[in-house]
T-cell receptor, first 114, second 115 residues
């Protein structure tokens, strides 16, 4: 069955430290991959997306993600976290054969300590 | 920058009542979606809509739910007879064209509380 797994429900990092949020998917084909961020009271904002080509993609707010086909992963990274990055992060996948829908992971809540 | 808007931000209703959640998608977008997120759970796809008809729906989207584009700007989700388990955050999204590879722009959500 199609699934997206974000194994970490909560992560706490110190401001200025590096960050990696994990995402794994289980599909037969390579899906289209997305990372969204949700701040409290806000909608879902797209950070970055991967369709094809270079497996390291750059996004907004200094985030990047790397697609690793062999590991079925699309982990999100940031070299230096800012307090304003505290939010919930969602990995999502889409498959053309499943039409328009996105399938989301459960989310990872990021806390930043000063 | 254009954005998806949703009203109301919070709706409280009694079980069995009908509710209509409203969304204004981005003006040049052609595909519209509803997702929901029950507290503490994943964001789940409900329905997609194009050219005045449903193009795909999930098993959650049963006969209690309906969607409509009543005019050129609004996109609504109606829940006919609300149940306690309908309490959730409902997100509207829109995209320019079809295909899950196209970015879906999400609204801020409507929090529905069914008492």
């Amino acid at each position: 069955a199609q699934s997206v797994t974000q194994p970490d429900i909560h992560i706490t990092v110190s401001e200025g430290a590096s960050l990696e949020l994990r995402c794994n998917y289980s599909y037969g084909a390579t899906p289209y991959l997305f990372w969204y961020v949700q701040s409290p009271g806000q909608g879902l904002q797209l950070l970055l997306k991967y369709f094809s080509g270079d497996t390291l993609v750059q996004g907004i707010k200094g985030f990047e993600a790397e697609f690793k086909r062999s590991q079925s992963s699309f982990n999100l990274r940031k070299p230096s976290v800012h307090w304003s990055d505290a939010a919930e992060y969602f990995c999502a996948v889409g498959l053309s054969e499943y039409g328009n829908k996105l399938v989301f992971g459960a989310g990872t809540i990021l806390r930043v300590k000063s | 920058e254009p954005e998806v808007t949703q009203t109301p931000s919070h709706q409280v209703t009694q079980m069995g009542q009908e509710v209509i959640l409203r969304c204004v998608p981005i003006s040049n977008h052609l595909y519209f979606y509803w997702y929901r997120q029950i507290l503490g759970q994943k964001v789940e796809f409900l329905v997609s809509f194009y050219n005045n008809e449903i193009s795909e729906k999930s098993e959650i989207f049963d006969d209690q739910f309906s969607v409509e584009r009543p005019d050129g700007s609004n996109f609504t989700l109606k829940i006919r007879s609300t149940k306690l388990e309908d309490s959730a955050m409902y997100f509207c999204a829109s995209s320019v064209v079809r295909g899950s590879y196209n970015e879906q722009f999400f609204g801020p959500g409507t929090r529905l509380t069914v008492l």
